[in-house]
């Protein structure tokens, strides 16, 4: 299964951008681009990196090498492949951490070696950035949170599968889903657990929960990747009537959701994100104006919004810089 799903990944990023996963296209005279990503096995990473691809191509920058550990989230493989790119210095570095703390003295080296860096995805607790490109965390949460208890009419049992502890995306997420709660009293909060951003990971909780607690009515998940751990594992609790919210909008979200298995998710757009983070790097290199922070909104996308997330992804368009860059 879980060779199945690097295949996916590989699968996804080649039709992305038409290319393996560490390929760097030829440019005839442009910016060297380092791309960073958290593992091979989100298909949220191959819309980052297909974003990435679009906008370094349409600003004429290029080439782009990409980096992911093979081991999914794995400190020490990032810390080498930081080292690495430091060595090879390129003109700009694109960069999410596997750990926000853990990364910091990689990240001063990469400063001291006077090598840009956009930050994107979730903030790095050190270092020096020219910006930092992210999803509005605690709003998505709080409009998935709602729509689950919507859907539960307002009471019920639910659980959070959340991601990493410390990390932005999930600590704005988790507070999210919290304060949904919060305006509902007759909504109990049975469990909050952290699956790590591991499918795998939200599996296993799920299991765990559905035995300590076996009246569970809705799961609120920090990412696609794990409510789709957590809708495996109650499918074979046979537990398919309890409704599960996750953040994302990746391919198999929407087929989860046309499906009935998914109520929703809330866009967390990483095709945008890889788009404006390239876009600031390429723009600073450039001498240009780049705001210190970049926020990407996004919808709840449900049965009668999947439409435009159907668009594969070497389909899409990158936004106007100018719509986001205020």
Same mark, same amino acid.
Request: aromatic share 6%.
């Given at each position: ?123 790095? @607790?050190? *270092? ?24 539960? *009419? ?20 988790? @507070? ?84 009935? @298995? ?20 390429? @723009? ?13 909104? *996004? ?28």
């Amino acid at each position: 299964m879980k060779n199945s799903r690097v295949l996916q990944w590989v699968a996804l990023v080649a039709a992305a951008s038409g290319a393996a996963l560490s390929a760097a296209p030829a440019s005839a005279a442009g910016e060297r681009l380092a791309a960073f990503y958290k593992n091979q096995v989100d298909p949220h990473f191959a819309l980052v990196r297909a974003g990435v691809e679009a906008a370094a191509k349409d600003m004429g920058a290029g080439p782009v090498t990409h980096y992911a550990p093979t081991r999914p989230n794995n400190l020490a493989e990032q810390l080498s492949e930081i080292e690495d790119v430091t060595v090879k210095k390129p003109d700009a570095i694109l960069f999410m951490a596997v750990d926000p703390r853990g990364v910091v003295p990689a990240i001063e080296k990469v400063n001291a070696a006077g090598i840009p860096l956009v930050n994107y995805n979730d903030r790095v @607790r050190g *270092g020096k950035f020219v910006s930092y490109v992210a999803a509005d965390d605690y709003n998505l949460g709080l409009d998935a949170g709602r729509y689950l208890i919507k859907a539960l *009419g307002g009471k019920g049992n639910v659980v959070i599968i959340e991601g990493v502890k410390g990390a932005t995306t999930s600590d704005d997420r988790v @507070r999210g889903f919290n304060k949904a709660i919060e305006e509902n009293p007759g909504v109990k909060l049975l469990a909050s657990q952290p699956a790590n951003y591991q499918r795998l990971q939200a599996l296993q909780v799920m299991e765990n929960l559905v035995q300590s607690n076996p009246s569970i009515d809705g799961v609120m998940a920090a990412a696609d990747v794990m409510a789709f751990g957590a809708i495996e594992a109650l499918e074979a609790a046979g537990k398919k009537a309890t409704k599960v919210v996750g953040i994302g909008g990746v391919p198999e979200s929407i087929e989860a959701i046309k499906a009935g @298995r998914l109520l929703a998710t809330a866009e967390f757009n990483g095709y945008k994100m890889g788009c404006l983070a390239t876009m600031a790097a390429v @723009r600073s290199l450039r001498k240009e104006t780049v705001p210190d922070t970049i926020v990407i909104k *996004g919808i709840v996308i449900d049965k009668t919004t999947t439409g435009p997330f159907e668009i594969p992804a070497e389909k899409r368009t990158c936004p106007k810089w100018e719509d986001y860059a205020k």
